[in-house]
Nanobody
Framework: QVQLVESGGGAVQPGGSLRLSCAAS????????MGWYRQTPWKQRDLIAS???????????DAVEGRFTISRVNAKDGLNMVYLQMDRLESDDTAVYYC?????????WGQGTQVTVAS
Protein backbone atom coordinates (compact mmCIF):
# COMPACT_ATOMS: atom_id res chain seq x y z
CA GLN A 1 0.00 0.00 0.00
CA VAL A 2 1.40 3.38 -1.02
CA GLN A 3 1.22 6.32 1.34
CA LEU A 4 2.24 9.88 0.46
CA VAL A 5 2.68 12.57 3.10
CA GLU A 6 3.44 16.14 2.09
CA SER A 7 5.03 18.77 4.33
CA GLY A 8 6.94 22.04 4.19
CA GLY A 9 4.23 24.47 3.19
CA GLY A 10 3.66 27.80 4.84
CA ALA A 11 3.27 31.52 4.35
CA VAL A 12 5.97 33.45 2.51
CA GLN A 13 6.35 36.85 0.91
CA PRO A 14 6.64 37.25 -2.87
CA GLY A 15 10.18 36.50 -3.97
CA GLY A 16 10.72 34.08 -1.12
CA SER A 17 11.47 30.36 -1.14
CA LEU A 18 10.04 27.16 0.28
CA ARG A 19 11.04 23.53 0.06
CA LEU A 20 8.26 20.96 0.03
CA SER A 21 8.84 17.35 0.98
CA CYS A 22 6.91 14.22 0.15
CA ALA A 23 7.53 11.05 2.12
CA ALA A 24 6.55 8.14 -0.07
CA SER A 25 6.23 4.66 1.36
CA UNK A 26 5.05 1.46 -0.25
CA UNK A 27 6.16 -1.24 -2.56
CA UNK A 28 7.27 -0.04 -5.96
CA UNK A 29 7.30 3.68 -5.27
CA UNK A 30 10.95 3.95 -6.11
CA UNK A 31 10.19 2.66 -9.60
CA UNK A 32 7.43 5.16 -10.33
CA UNK A 33 7.61 8.56 -11.93
CA MET A 34 6.48 11.12 -9.38
CA GLY A 35 4.98 14.55 -9.66
CA TRP A 36 3.97 17.62 -7.71
CA TYR A 37 0.46 18.93 -8.27
CA ARG A 38 -1.29 22.02 -7.01
CA GLN A 39 -4.88 23.09 -6.61
CA THR A 40 -6.66 26.33 -5.84
CA PRO A 41 -10.39 26.69 -5.05
CA TRP A 42 -11.05 28.00 -8.54
CA LYS A 43 -8.91 25.57 -10.57
CA GLN A 44 -8.58 21.83 -10.96
CA ARG A 45 -5.58 19.99 -9.55
CA ASP A 46 -2.79 20.33 -12.09
CA LEU A 47 0.55 18.65 -12.51
CA ILE A 48 3.32 21.26 -12.31
CA ALA A 49 6.51 19.20 -12.08
CA SER A 50 7.44 15.58 -12.62
CA UNK A 51 10.52 13.43 -12.29
CA UNK A 52 11.33 9.99 -13.60
CA UNK A 53 12.05 7.02 -11.34
CA UNK A 54 15.81 7.45 -11.66
CA UNK A 55 15.69 11.13 -10.78
CA UNK A 56 17.64 12.24 -13.84
CA UNK A 57 14.87 13.64 -15.99
CA UNK A 58 12.38 16.30 -14.90
CA UNK A 59 9.66 18.31 -16.59
CA UNK A 60 7.89 21.51 -15.58
CA UNK A 61 4.95 23.53 -16.71
CA ASP A 62 5.82 26.95 -18.12
CA ALA A 63 4.45 28.76 -15.06
CA VAL A 64 7.12 27.29 -12.77
CA GLU A 65 9.97 26.54 -15.21
CA GLY A 66 13.19 28.11 -13.97
CA ARG A 67 11.79 28.81 -10.49
CA PHE A 68 10.92 25.35 -9.15
CA THR A 69 13.14 22.26 -8.95
CA ILE A 70 11.89 18.74 -8.35
CA SER A 71 14.21 16.08 -7.00
CA ARG A 72 14.00 12.69 -5.33
CA VAL A 73 15.95 10.32 -3.13
CA ASN A 74 15.12 6.66 -3.55
CA ALA A 75 15.78 4.64 -0.43
CA LYS A 76 16.90 1.04 -0.55
CA ASP A 77 14.55 0.40 2.34
CA GLY A 78 12.03 2.62 4.01
CA LEU A 79 10.90 6.04 2.89
CA ASN A 80 11.50 7.50 -0.52
CA MET A 81 11.55 11.29 -0.65
CA VAL A 82 10.40 13.66 -3.36
CA TYR A 83 11.20 17.36 -2.99
CA LEU A 84 10.05 20.57 -4.61
CA GLN A 85 12.35 23.55 -4.16
CA MET A 86 10.35 26.68 -4.91
CA ASP A 87 12.20 29.95 -5.47
CA ARG A 88 11.06 33.41 -6.49
CA LEU A 89 7.56 32.62 -5.35
CA GLU A 90 4.67 34.64 -6.73
CA SER A 91 1.17 35.26 -5.47
CA ASP A 92 -0.15 32.97 -8.22
CA ASP A 93 1.74 30.10 -6.61
CA THR A 94 -0.68 30.17 -3.68
CA ALA A 95 -2.31 26.75 -3.61
CA VAL A 96 -2.46 23.40 -1.88
CA TYR A 97 0.41 21.25 -3.12
CA TYR A 98 0.24 17.48 -3.45
CA CYS A 99 2.60 14.77 -4.58
CA UNK A 100 1.48 11.69 -6.46
CA UNK A 101 2.64 9.40 -9.20
CA UNK A 102 2.74 10.71 -12.74
CA UNK A 103 0.19 10.03 -14.04
CA UNK A 104 -1.68 10.39 -10.78
CA UNK A 105 -3.19 7.45 -8.96
CA UNK A 106 -6.51 8.39 -7.38
CA UNK A 107 -6.08 6.25 -4.30
CA UNK A 108 -2.69 7.80 -3.47
CA TRP A 109 -3.75 11.40 -2.81
CA GLY A 110 -2.63 12.71 0.56
CA GLN A 111 -3.73 15.77 2.51
CA GLY A 112 -1.44 18.15 0.70
CA THR A 113 0.39 21.14 2.12
CA GLN A 114 -0.78 24.74 1.89
CA VAL A 115 1.47 27.37 0.35
CA THR A 116 0.45 31.00 0.70
CA VAL A 117 2.40 33.76 -1.02
CA ALA A 118 1.38 37.21 0.15
CA SER A 119 3.00 40.45 1.25
Amino acid sequence: QVQLVESGGGAVQPGGSLRLSCAASGIGVKYMSMGWYRQTPWKQRDLIASINFAGDDADYVDAVEGRFTISRVNAKDGLNMVYLQMDRLESDDTAVYYCNTDPATDSFWGQGTQVTVAS
